[in-house]
Structure formats: C-alpha cells, structure tokens
C-alpha cells in the first residue's frame, strides 16, 4: 500500500468522494464539487474554444498570413450577438440560415446513402435464423407504428409482434444501460484504490 | 416469513448502495478471475488491425468523449495504440470534441511510456510513429475536409509542430493514406463519421462506444458500414484478452481487472431484481 503523493489525485479523490456523499444525503460537500465541475468545464471549455477557434481560426490567419476571406465567417459570428439588441434580433437570422442551409445540404444526401444502405443490411442475403429474426423483426416493428390503419385482426397480431421486439430491444438497452453505470463506477472505484490509495496494481 | 418481506420492502435505499460498493470493491482486492468469451464484433477489429493494415500502415482513431464516459472508453485507446505499435503502425490521433484532446494525450503518454518501459529496444516517439491533431470545431465539416486534406484541415500537431515538419505525416494527405479508422465515443459522433468518412469517402472504420449505446449501433455491422465494434467496458477487456492471449501487451490491462467488479455487481442486480419481483408478488397475494 503507497498512498498518493501527488496533490492533484488527493484533490481528485477528496471531489469524488464528495460527489459520492450525495447517496448518503444532500450536503454541502456535494454541493461545492459539483459547482466546482460546473466552473471548471465551462472555463475549460472557453479556453478551448480561445486558443482553438479565435486565436487558430481568426486571429492568426487574419494578422499573420493576412488572410482576409476570414472576415465574412468572421461577420456571419458577429452578427449572432445581434440577439443580445431586442430591436436588432432579427439580423441573427442570416447566420443561423447559413449554417442551416450549409448543413443540411452537407446532411441530406449522405444520410439518404446511409439510409439506403440500413435497407440493403436489412435484406437477406443468406438464409439464417439470425436474418429472419432481423427481417421479422423490422417488418412488425414498421407496422406497429404504421398508424392508418387500425391494429386490428391480422394487422393487431402483427403490431403485438412488433411491440414485442420494441419491448425486447428496451430491456437490452436497460439491461446494457446498468452495465454501463456499472463500469463507470467501476473507473472511480479504481482510480481511488490505485492512483489515491495504491492497494492494487 | 412476512417480516422478512416487510424489512426488505421498507429497506433504505442506501444499504443497496452500501452492498453494491463492497460488492465492486471485493474483486479489486481478492480477484476472483471470471472467465470471459472474446465476441466476434471485437475479434473483427483486432483481425483487421493484425492482417489488413502493413507494417508502417496507418490508423486513425478518434478520441469523442469526456471524461463522462472516460473508464469505459479509455482502456479501449490504451489497448488499439498498444496493438498498432505491436505491429509497427503509425497512429494518428484526434478530438471532435473539446474535453477529448486533454484525455487523448493521457492516452499517449501512458502507453508510450509504458511501451517504451517493455520495449527498449523498439522506442515508440510521439511526431514519428504517434500524433494527435488538435480540436477543431465543426464536427461533420472537420470530418469532410480531412477526406480532401488532413494538413489544411490542422495546420499543426495537438503539441503546436508545423505538420509539413512531423515525421508521421510524410505521405498522409487525406483518408486514401489512412488504412482504419476506429470512433470511440459515447454520442452520434459515431453516425458522423458512418456517415461522412465510411459513406462519402469509403473509408474503412469500426466503432468503440458505450455500452449505453451498444444497441443502437449493431445495426452498421449488419450493413457493412463499420466492421467491427468495442462495445463497454467488456468490449475493451476483450480486446485486452485478445493482446494478451498473442502476447501484444505485457502491461497492466484496466478492462480486465475491472471485469470480475462487473461481473459480481451484475449477479448481485440479477437477485436484487428477481428479491423485487417475489416481493411484489407476495405482497399482492397478501392484500388480496
């Protein structure tokens, strides 16, 4: 057993525990380590956006290679804070229109192919128990949800058949949503017997 | 018989807390060495990376998530960095999200100071058989523009090097040069790169995710878009059993520790679930 002398992963252990106190009760301990994450992302997350975006992006190109295309996109980021003037709110709308337009035109084609190809890989193309199930599977599935029609006779047996996959499907998403909370733990669970307190290897 | 229902219907929720810490933190102390099957969505990738890609090939691997989702998607990095230099890959590293480029340079200088430790005599050196390119914004526009041009797309190295200047990059120019390319993430990041690099520029890829989102994304198996898939912490330990088992990695393998914790915290839901169950029932029997 070597515990840590490191300051950062006794600060690191000393917040994990205080997040964990939380199972115990609501107490002050938690509620300063989660305002500390809080704080700490977002100031994070701006000096990101600062070093990688303005000063990379912006700045750079601009004064050092004397890039002058950057002052549209430039303009178009600009005029976002448009928002922040109630009369002049409006003028936010011709950036937002760009990026709309832009991503969906870069969206809509490849996400056709990626539908055409979700089609293609719900074809048979051997015969296996695995691929009737996938093709039963999906058929029953549409139908439940095909509203038009009334679930009733053939088409309601077919739609319980549906909801039975859709059932089957939530309970192994549940099922691997615990495995993943598990692990999770399991990191902290780790990182504290290890790195803090050094009692495994 | 029924005051045993009763104290187990009216238990505090905290001595369920208590039981699942100490059930998770037994295994760590006294392993009980469960045994695991390696599936066949990870012994895909392991094959690919160990026949499809040469020696001094290249593989891209993508490091999209937080820490949030950090103990199931890190040992996963450790283990895909670990096989590439086994076998003399270049990989080439990157974050489409911010908090990823700090948690990719964990993963770099962890394994290549462990590697270098085992191997002295084939040292791994970050800008010539390792890089991470730096965080850019656009997600979907980041991942389009490297299929026309990698360097444009950064300019420089995570660690502020000219990229015409780092060894690693001579000859990689966009997604033609790049052999794999491997998403861990926890998040539609995933769909981007099916998407965009797999669906625009048919570009080799398989996916690591959580096993949140292990579901959702079996369907791009079935379709051919992704060839293989990490899926958790167990898809992980997988392929750190897969390294071991061809003597890839000597060092200590997170995935695989943790799989007993797993294991042992699964059984003891199993009973808690099925106590629930009986609980319930009996408890309907008795107002009736």
Known sequence: ?201 | MMRIVDFLDNMDKRIIYLIVAIVVILPFLTPIGCPMKVTEPVRNIYNYVEDSIPEDGSILISIDYGPETMPELHPMGKALVTHAFSNNIRVFMLSLMPQGTGLAQDIIATTVREWNDDNPDNIKEVGKDITLFPFVPGVSAVILKMGEDIKGTFNTDAYGNDLDEVPIMSGVNNYSDIDYLVDLAGSSIILSWIIYANGRYDQKMAIGTTAVSMAEYYIYMNSGQANGMLGGLKGAAEYEQLLKLNEKSESRNEGLVGMDAQSSAHLTYIIFILLGNIIYFIKKKQEK
């Open chain 1, 1 to 201: 057993m070597s515990i840590s002398t490191n300051i950062w992963v006794w600060i690191a252990a000393l917040l994990t525990l205080a997040i964990y106190s939380f199972l115990y009760k609501d107490n002050v301990f938690y509620k300063i380590a989660e305002k500390i994450l809080v704080g700490v992302s977002i100031g994070y997350l701006l000096s990101v956006y600062w070093h990688n975006t303005i000063i990379a992006k912006v700045w750079n190109p601009l004064v050092q290679d004397k890039n002058f295309l950057v002052i549209i996109p430039l303009i178009l980021g600009l005029l976002m804070f448009s928002r922040l003037f109630k009369g002049r709110a409006y003028i936010s709308r011709i950036p937002i229109a760009f990026v709309v337009g832009t991503a969906t035109g870069m969206s809509v084609p490849s996400s056709f192919e990626n539908l055409f190809k979700q089609v293609q890989g719900t074809m048979p193309t051997v015969f296996s128990f695995g691929n009737i199930v996938i093709l039963v599977g999906v058929i029953t599935t549409l139908v439940y949800f095909f509203f038009s029609l009334e679930h009733k006779g053939f088409i309601g047996k077919v739609s319980k058949v549906g909801i039975t996959f859709i059932m089957i499907g939530f309970g192994a998403a549940f099922g691997a949503t615990i495995m993943a909370r598990i692990s999770l733990f399991i990191g902290r669970i780790q990182f504290l017997l290890r790195d803090w307190l050094g009692v495994i290897q």
